[in-house]
Each structure stands twice: as structure tokens, then as C-alpha cells.
């Protein structure tokens, strides 16, 4: 007889299910006024890119343009004769026209940039900031690596990347152009929560230190100042509460005394820059050479390319003192011209910027006249006297083809910005 199956329980017959999360809620259905609030800003949003991408056919600013070119114009031909005679001395085939040249190959390239960049749509920068940043930094990084064969030195500075005598350039100009593309599309997305610390301040000063302190560590200490400053005017123009502007003045002046006068790098720049002519045939032979250029030059000068101090004596002739040449050739007079036509280039840059469509386009064209201005500040500032010895180019008068061509292209970025002003009040 089959022994009866013994009845299973409830328990032993059921199955083990898997265990399950919460379930995960659901989204509530939006209501009819909801869905049409979301279709209506759709609709705006689309037709605002519309209006966006219609402006930006608009004709660019023609002030800006022509004293751009003007600028590039003559700083071509100031290198001309600035050049030749170290271009002749210097070069393996003593080619006289060998640096303007290869100037004028970049200016065509760089004018080509300006004039591209500026029918691009500016709304369309602010997709590339962010990465533009990393990429620079990046770069910086790889200046600094001790031993990087890309890495290049030249006067005890290392600020290139590339290889020496046939491609170079710096990436600090890189670093300018990131740091105001990002600045001033955050800035332009935040407006009252400049005024706090968190967000108005902290993340911007640590950029600021990170790209700051690279390019000074190559070093290039007025490649960290005007990344820095560029980044500070476009914090103040943004809405930063001024508390922050009187700390980080007086903390910029402390920093400023402390590269200048205690850190060995830049003793002996401060100290023949007070007086070049203690040391007149040794460290203050350029400052004192640059004086006796611009004195040689008196009121209206001794005429263009006759100048003598660019045979050899004066360093740099065709690069960082540029201007001293300038002087010499052309006098205090044409001297003054140049200077007033980049007065004209800056404030132009201003007035675009106040007439801009929208504050991220505004931001940008401050950020970029910001940069020239400083660098013209300083240059004629170092090359005059006024300030100590540093290595920084004049906007479109230096050799330099890629700093040349990324100026160019930057002027686009204030072109591009130009296409979608508003209208003059009474217009």
C-alpha cells in the first residue's frame, strides 16, 4: 500500500520571489496649464535662437575693423624696419625681410580667423568655453613638465610648446581667450548670486589661481597678471559685492611686492630697473638702451627705417620693445598717433560692449578690449620705464605669428559680438 503524500504547506510550496526595490514613483501628469507654460517657453526659446541667428547676418562694427587693420597695417611695416637688421645678422641665409615674412604669413592667417570668427554666431561660444579652459590648462601643465621635449626655453623662460626655429607657441594665449569665454558665460548665467561668496567668488578665484599660478611658475609673470586681471574686471563688471574688489587689491599689492622685491627671480629686475645705469653694459643694458632710443628720437624723429639703436643695440628691437624703435623713428609725434589709435581700438571695444544684446556678449567684449588694454599698458610701461622689466609683447606691432593670429581672432570674437548690438539711442 502507497504511503499517502504528505500535503505540502503554504509556505514550503511557494516560491522564493526576488526581493524588490521601492518602486519608483511616477511622475505626475502635468496639467493642461503646465503643458502649455512648457510649450509656450519652448516657443520663445525657438524663436529667440531665430532672432539670434538673424541678427547675426548684421553688418559688423566698421570702426573696430578698420582700426584693426590700421593696427596690423602698420605694425607690419614697423617690423619691416625694426627687423632687417637683426633678421640679416641672425638668419642662416641673412634673409633682412625674414621676420616680416613669416609676420605677414600670420597677420593673412589671422585677419582670415578675425573675419571667420566674426560671422560665427557669438551664442555659439559658449559651448566651447568650458572645454577650451581644460584644453589650456592642460597645455600649461605639459610647459611646466620638467624635461617635456615639446617644451621650449628661450631667456631662461620656459612659455612655448612646439619646436624651436620652425613651429612655437604659447598657451597662455590660449589660457586669455578660455578664461574670458568661460567668465563670462557663467557669469552671465548667474546675475544676483554674484553678490555671494559661494557662487559669485569662490569658483572663480580658484580658476584664476589654478591658470594664474601655471603660467607664472613658466615663469611669465605678466602673462599671470593679465589672465588674472582680465578675470578680476570681468568678476567686478559681473556683480561681485565691492568688498571683494578692496580684498583682492590689497591682496594683489602684497602678492605684487612679494614677486617683485623678496623673490629672487625678480630682485634684480627691480633693482636695475630703479637705476639702469649702475649696471649699464650688464643687467640694465636694456632698460638704458631702450631710454637712449626713445631720447634719440625727439619730437618728430629720425625718420622711418633710419633708425640706429636696431643695429644690434637695443635687445629685443623687433619684439618686446617694439615701441622703443617706434620712438626713435617716428618721434613723440608718431609715437602719440599709435598710442591714440589704440585709445580709439579700446574705447570702440567699450562702446560695443554697453550696446551689446545680452550680457554674455557684453562680457566677452569686455574681457577681450580688457586683455589688449592691459597688454598695451604694460608693454608701454616697460619699455618707457614706467614699470620693471618683463616680457610682453605689443598687440600687432611684435613678432609673434601665433600671438599675432590669436589676437586677430579674438578682435573677431568683438566683430561677432558687433553683429547683434542694439541700436544707438536716437537712431
Not at 640694465?284 to 619730437?299: A, D, E, R
Amino acid at each position: 500500500m502507497s504511503q499517502r503524500r504528505r500535503p505540502e504547506t503554504y509556505q514550503t510550496h511557494r516560491r522564493a520571489e526576488p526581493h524588490r526595490g521601492p518602486e519608483p514613483q511616477r511622475r505626475r501628469p502635468l496639467t493642461r496649464e503646465e503643458a502649455q507654460a512648457r510649450q509656450e517657453r519652448r516657443q520663445r526659446q525657438q524663436e529667440r535662437e531665430e532672432i539670434s541667428r538673424e541678427l547675426a547676418r548684421g553688418p559688423i562694427d566698421l570702426p573696430f575693423c578698420l582700426l584693426v587693420l590700421l593696427l596690423t597695417a602698420i605694425g607690419l611695416v614697423m617690423l619691416l624696419s625694426a627687423s632687417f637688421p637683426s633678421a640679416y645678422y641672425e638668419t642662416k641665409n641673412h634673409d633682412p625681410t625674414y621676420y616680416f615674412t613669416r609676420q605677414s604669413v600670420f597677420a593673412v592667417m589671422g585677419i582670415a580667423a578675425m573675419f571667420f570668427v566674426g560671422k560665427i554666431n557669438y551664442q555659439r561660444f559658449r559651448g566651447a568655453a568650458k572645454l577650451l579652459l581644460y584644453v589650456s590648462i592642460v597645455l600649461l601643465i605639459l610647459v611646466i613638465i620638467p624635461g617635456n621635449p615639446l617644451a621650449v626655453t628661450q631667456n631662461n623662460a620656459t612659455r612655448w610648446l612646439g619646436k624651436a626655429g620652425v613651429f612655437t607657441f604659447q598657451p597662455s594665449e590660449i589660457a586669455k581667450v578660455a578664461i574670458v569665454l568661460y567668465f563670462s558665460d557663467s557669469i552671465s548665467k548667474k546675475k544676483d548670486k554674484m553678490q555671494t561668496t559661494r557662487y559669485g567668488v569662490a569658483p572663480y578665484v580658484v580658476w584664476l589661481l589654478v591658470t594664474g599660478g601655471l603660467v607664472a611658475l613658466e615663469p611669465h609673470l605678466s602673462g599671470a597678471i593679465l589672465i588674472m586681471g582680465a578675470g578680476a574686471v570681468l568678476m567686478l563688471v559681473g556683480g561681485i559685492n565691492w568688498r571683494w574688489v578692496f580684498i583682492a587689491a590689497g591682496g594683489a599689492a602684497g602678492a605684487l611686492y612679494m614677486i617683485l622685491f623678496v623673490i629672487g627671480y625678480n630682485t634684480s629686475r627691480i633693482t636695475y630697473w630703479l637705476r639702469p645705469w649702475e649696471d649699464a653694459q650688464g643687467k640694465g643694458y636694456q632698460l638704458w638702451q631702450s631710454m637712449i632710443t626713445i631720447g634719440s628720437g625727439g619730437l618728430w624723429g629720425v625718420g622711418l627705417g633710419k633708425s640706429r639703436q636696431k643695429f644690434m643695440y637695443l635687445p629685443e628691437e623687433h619684439n618686446d620693445f617694439i615701441f622703443a624703435v617706434i620712438c626713435e623713428e617716428l618721434g613723440l609725434i608718431g609715437a602719440t598717433v599709435i598710442m591714440l589709435l589704440f585709445a580709439a581700438l579700446i574705447l570702440r571695444g567699450y562702446w560695443i560692449a554697453l550696446h551689446a544684446r545680452d550680457r554674455f556678449g557684453s562680457l566677452m567684449v569686455v574681457g577681450v578690449t580688457t586683455l589688449m588694454a592691459m597688454q598695451v599698458f604694460l608693454n608701454i610701461g616697460v619699455v618707457t620705464g614706467l614699470l620693471p622689466t618683463t616680457g610682453i609683447s605689443l598687440p600687432f606691432f611684435s613678432y609673434g605669428g601665433t600671438a599675432l593670429s590669436i589676437q586677430l581672432a579674438e578682435m573677431g570674437i568683438v566683430l561677432s559680438v558687433s553683429r547683434q548690438m542694439r541700436p544707438a539711442s536716437g537712431k
